[in-house]
């Protein structure tokens, strides 16, 4: 449940590495790019309003000219996002080779998927998409039966494609469906219910939920939400006092029963997980996105009429746990409590204080990431350097054998209970989309269940791993990928993306908007930075708080070490990153403008002052701090990406958000864009800047969950446009 509310709270995240070779090919010659020569686009910067407003931060006068860009309401909001949009729109249009990168990400983007199959009593479940549809589709079918049929179909959701799928719980006795959907990709979410069997939708209707899992118990689930928001703010309201509910089904939600609340503290999240056998629910608290404690109860006997008798397992938010299962009637869980890279406990419900924990699998010097039960044996993925291992462990922790994987690449979605005896995982690398694996651990084999066709040679291209020394002497690993025989010759077009923040590890996937750069002679690069989660607690420690400049400088000797090995130069060198990553784009833009090119923020927190005064910013206090405090206020003003534009020219920088993102609101694009544009027009003797510094705002678009197909070939086709043209590289 932990992991659930932490990776909604900031992160949409991503995820996959090195190629698998598809076929042979024996490659003759070496690649030398030929760089063109784009010819300029007149634009005009919009006029903007700068206000008065100055606050004061212990005793301090920080200036916020475009605080009005705070009210997304606002009709001065409302046209400021008209004027620059038709700015960027008019600029992208002239690229001569936009319609070939849409074009061609379309033909690339319409391969088929699937996810990795589950199973729950006796039919099994999965998600499909035939390559042109905006989302993916949840089919079910018998275990014995050959054809699937259709569950949930997000596509219908809505005409545009804007309503989306998120989490799909199905009731223990396999007879509903409890879904929640969101709309224009916020955050809030709606809940409602299908029967399996005959398809038909329930009444149950709940609404205002967020950050929530889906718990089924009995004839009914819990479910997290908050109050409705006030005044029209639905978008940038604080969101304070989270509650646990029990929905029974065939009632309204307004006799939902509140299972639990806390009065005292506002900032908190709250979520639960029912085990698999219904007996015992687990409540986790969170004041950020790591560290939880957790709650236990007895429900085997419980009726909805009752309050739930909780008892105290782990208190304080130093530590992260995570209920992995159940064996012999005693919990599993994953902790990071006295081992920084997670080890596996043992707890007896009934006799559950800490001193009675039996350490099952101990901490390694590799990351445990997950633990996935299987024919009465523990799956435990790790993640050593970046990449997938598999282990194979028995149920009281002696390690059994090493799971052989189909290359060096990411695993995902594993799926399996601890009777079955079949496992299934997808498997992603840079080069290629995530294929299905099927392994059996009785019978000891596995197979590919599922490889999608793709129209990109995955062949052509290879990926390798470096790593290079930071500002302060650490190793930072970095995957390139790019095109075999490319000629490395200092001046190739290259495009660096980071990440770098609540521990989450930036592993290897298959961005398929990236092919098109690749194709066009590219190199793509991602430097897995410090403040992440990809060598456990301590690697995340060293990028938060007082020492997030560590991931700025990783970010920066990432650019100079391509630079200094001659796979590119500043003229060549785009940099993105989105969210947290967002921040990381633009903060390095701040700092050292003259090692790139091209800046790609994109739906970044920006206003480092303010980030905490809206919807679920506080959240983000455990990595960054909060103004709130004067040694941390004095540290984020050093590098808060509003508060440190000066008047001097820029790189061509493309601001990326949507209007409805209720995670990381626009006002911090907006304020940025405009301190951005409003200072580089005193550089060069006052004669103004002559790159493109513009915000591409999705009129009806959140963080990026949920985003139907058509709106991100849309969105990437644009970013690709924007890059590619600045880099002075072109489309055959």
């Given at each position: 449940?932990?992991?659930?509310?932490?990776?909604?709270?900031l992160?949409?995240?991503?995820?996959?590495?090195?190629?698998?070779?598809?076929?042979e090919?024996?490659?003759?010659?070496?690649?030398?790019?030929?760089?063109?020569?784009?010819?300029?686009?007149?634009?005009?910067?919009?006029?903007?309003?700068?206000?008065?407003?100055?606050?004061?931060?212990?005793?301090?006068?920080?200036?916020?000219?475009?605080?009005?860009?705070?009210?997304?309401?606002?009709?001065?909001?409302?046209?400021?996002?008209?004027?620059?949009?038709?700015?960027?729109?008019s600029?992208?249009?002239k690229?001569?080779?936009?319609?070939?990168?849409?074009?061609?990400?379309?033909?690339?983007?319409?391969?088929?998927?699937?996810?990795?199959?589950f199973?729950?009593?006796?039919?099994?479940?999965?998600?499909?998409?035939?390559?042109?549809?905006?989302?993916?589709?949840?089919?079910?079918?018998?275990?014995?039966?050959?054809?699937?049929?259709?569950?949930?179909?997000?596509?219908?959701?809505?005409?545009?494609?804007?309503?989306?799928?998120?989490?799909?719980?199905?009731?223990?006795?396999?007879?509903?469906?409890?879904?929640?959907?969101?709309?224009?990709?916020?955050?809030?979410?709606?809940?409602?219910?299908?029967?399996?069997?005959?398809?038909?939708?329930?009444?149950?209707?709940?609404?205002?939920?967020?950050?929530?899992?889906?718990?089924?118990?009995?004839?009914?689930?819990?479910?997290?939400?908050?109050?409705?928001?006030?005044?029209?703010?639905?978008?940038?309201?604080?969101?304070?006092?989270?509650?646990?509910?029990?929905?029974?089904?065939?009632?309204?939600?307004?006799?939902?029963?509140?299972?639990?609340?806390?009065?005292?503290?506002?900032l908190?999240?709250?979520?639960?997980?029912?085990?698999?056998?219904?007996?015992?629910?687990?409540?986790?608290?969170?004041?950020?996105?790591?560290?939880?404690?957790?709650?236990?109860?007895?429900?085997?006997?419980?009726?909805?009429?009752?309050?739930?008798?909780?008892l105290?397992?782990?208190?304080?938010?130093?530590?992260?746990?995570?209920?992995?299962?159940?064996?012999?009637?005693?919990?599993?869980?994953?902790?990071?409590?006295?081992?920084?890279?997670?080890?596996?406990?043992?707890?007896?419900?009934?006799?559950?204080?800490?001193?009675?924990w039996?350490?099952?699998v101990?901490?390694?010097?590799?990351?445990?990431?997950?633990?996935?039960?299987?024919?009465?044996?523990?799956?435990?993925?790790?993640?050593?350097?970046?990449?997938?291992?598999?282990?194979?462990?028995?149920l009281?922790?002696?390690?059994?054998?090493?799971?052989e994987?189909?290359?060096?690449?990411?695993?995902?979605?594993?799926?399996?209970?601890?009777?079955?005896?079949?496992?299934?995982?997808?498997?992603?690398?840079?080069?290629?989309p995530?294929?299905?694996?099927?392994?059996?651990?009785?019978?000891?084999?596995?197979?590919?269940?599922?490889?999608?066709?793709?129209?990109?040679?995955?062949?052509?291209?290879?990926?390798?791993?470096?790593?290079?020394?930071?500002?302060?002497?650490?190793?930072?690993p970095?995957?390139?990928?790019?095109?075999?025989?490319?000629?490395?010759?200092?001046?190739?077009?290259?495009?660096?993306?980071?990440?770098?923040?609540?521990?989450?590890?930036?592993?290897?996937?298959?961005?398929?908007?990236?092919?098109?750069?690749?194709?066009?002679?590219?190199?793509?690069?991602?430097?897995?930075l410090?403040?992440?989660?990809?060598?456990?607690?301590?690697?995340?420690?060293?990028?938060?708080?007082?020492?997030?400049?560590?991931?700025?400088?990783?970010?920066i000797?990432?650019?100079?070490?391509?630079?200094?090995?001659?796979?590119?130069?500043?003229?060549?060198?785009?940099?993105?990153?989105?969210?947290?990553?967002?921040?990381?784009?633009?903060?390095?833009?701040?700092?050292?403008?003259?090692?790139?090119?091209?800046?790609?923020?994109?739906?970044?927190?920006?206003?480092?002052?303010?980030?905490?005064?809206?919807?679920?910013?506080?959240?983000?206090?455990?990595?960054?701090?909060?103004?709130?405090?004067?040694?941390?206020?004095?540290?984020?003003?050093k590098?808060?990406?509003?508060?440190?534009?000066?008047?001097?020219?820029?790189?061509?920088?493309?601001?990326?958000?949507?209007?409805?993102?209720?995670?990381?609101v626009?006002?911090?694009?907006?304020?940025?864009?405009?301190?951005?544009?409003?200072?580089?027009?005193?550089?060069?003797n006052?004669?103004?800047?002559?790159?493109?510094?513009?915000?591409?705002?999705?009129?009806?678009?959140g963080?990026?969950?949920?985003?139907?197909?058509?709106?991100?070939?849309?969105?990437?086709?644009?970013?690709?446009?924007?890059?590619?043209?600045?880099?002075?590289?072109?489309?055959?």
């Amino acid at each position: 449940m932990k992991k659930v509310i932490c990776s909604l709270i900031l992160l949409m995240s991503f995820n996959a590495i090195a190629q698998l070779p598809l076929k042979e090919k024996v490659i003759t010659s070496r690649i030398k790019y030929k760089q063109p020569k784009n010819k300029k686009i007149v634009f005009k910067f919009p006029e903007v309003k700068r206000s008065e407003q100055v606050d004061i931060y212990h005793g301090k006068s920080i200036p916020d000219p475009y605080n009005w860009l705070e009210d997304e309401n606002s009709e001065e909001t409302k046209k400021f996002v008209v004027e620059q949009n038709k700015v960027t729109y008019s600029y992208l249009e002239k690229i001569p080779f936009r319609n070939k990168v849409k074009e061609r990400l379309t033909k690339i983007w319409s391969f088929p998927s699937m996810s990795a199959p589950f199973i729950v009593k006796d039919k099994v479940f999965f998600y499909r998409n035939d390559g042109k549809q905006n989302h993916s589709v949840l089919m079910t079918k018998g275990i014995k039966t050959k054809e699937p049929s259709i569950l949930l179909d997000p596509n219908k959701f809505s005409e545009d494609g804007t309503t989306s799928l998120g989490q799909a719980a199905i009731s223990t006795n396999g007879k509903y469906v409890a879904y929640a959907f969101s709309k224009a990709g916020s955050d809030w979410t709606e809940i409602k219910v299908k029967e399996i069997a005959g398809g038909k939708e329930l009444e149950d209707h709940i609404k205002w939920v967020k950050f929530s899992g889906i718990s089924w118990k009995g004839n009914g689930f819990f479910y997290s939400a908050y109050e409705a928001p006030k005044d029209g703010k639905d978008y940038s309201a604080k969101n304070e006092f989270h509650k646990i509910f029990y929905h029974s089904l065939g009632t309204k939600q307004e006799n939902d029963i509140l299972i639990y609340e806390d009065k005292e503290n506002a900032l908190r999240n709250f979520g639960v997980t029912v085990t698999e056998d219904e007996k015992y629910i687990l409540l986790s608290g969170s004041e950020g996105t790591s560290g939880n404690n957790l709650k236990l109860a007895d429900i085997s006997k419980w009726k909805p009429t009752k309050a739930i008798n909780w008892l105290s397992m782990a208190d304080g938010f130093e530590n992260d746990y995570e209920l992995i299962g159940v064996v012999s009637n005693k919990l599993l869980f994953s902790t990071n409590r006295e081992a920084p890279n997670n080890r596996l406990i043992l707890v007896d419900p009934k006799n559950h204080a800490d001193d009675n924990w039996v350490t099952i699998v101990p901490e390694d010097k590799s990351v445990l990431e997950s633990v996935t039960l299987c024919n009465n044996k523990l799956v435990v993925k790790y993640l050593v350097d970046v990449s997938s291992k598999l282990k194979v462990f028995s149920l009281e922790g002696k390690f059994e054998k090493d799971l052989e994987l189909p290359g060096i690449g990411m695993v995902n979605g594993l799926q399996s209970s601890i009777k079955d005896s079949i496992l299934y995982y997808s498997f992603v690398s840079y080069t290629f989309p995530a294929r299905i694996m099927k392994v059996n651990l009785k019978e000891n084999y596995s197979m590919v269940y599922f490889k999608p066709e793709i129209d990109f040679d995955s062949d052509n291209y290879e990926t390798k791993q470096v790593f290079y020394t930071s500002k302060d002497g650490t190793k930072i690993p970095m995957f390139i990928t790019h095109k075999k025989g490319l000629v490395i010759d200092g001046s190739n077009p290259t495009f660096l993306f980071g990440y770098g923040g609540f521990n989450i590890s930036y592993t290897p996937e298959f961005r398929v908007d990236r092919s098109v750069f690749l194709e066009n002679g590219g190199i793509y690069c991602v430097a897995n930075l410090r403040g992440g989660g990809e060598y456990g607690e301590a690697w995340h420690k060293a990028g938060i708080q007082l020492q997030k400049q560590n991931v700025f400088d990783d970010f920066i000797a990432a650019a100079e070490y391509l630079i200094k090995e001659k796979y590119t130069d500043s003229e060549h060198l785009a940099v993105h990153g989105r969210s947290n990553g967002g921040l990381l784009a633009a903060a390095v833009l701040t700092q050292r403008p003259d090692l790139f090119k091209v800046v790609i923020p994109q739906v970044g927190v920006l206003d480092m002052l303010k980030f905490h005064k809206f919807t679920i910013g506080w959240a983000w206090t455990g990595d960054y701090g909060s103004s709130d405090n004067q040694e941390q206020f004095e540290y984020l003003l050093k590098y808060s990406p509003v508060h440190n534009v000066v008047p001097r020219c820029y790189p061509a920088t493309l601001v990326v958000t949507g209007d409805h993102d209720d995670r990381v609101v626009p006002a911090h694009s907006l304020k940025f864009i405009s301190e951005l544009q409003y200072q580089s027009a005193q550089c060069i003797n006052g004669k103004g800047n002559d790159q493109p510094l513009m915000v591409r705002i999705d009129t009806n678009g959140g963080h990026g969950s949920g985003k139907p197909l058509a709106m991100q070939i849309e969105e990437y086709s644009d970013i690709w446009s924007f890059v590619m043209f600045n880099l002075e590289m072109t489309m055959d």
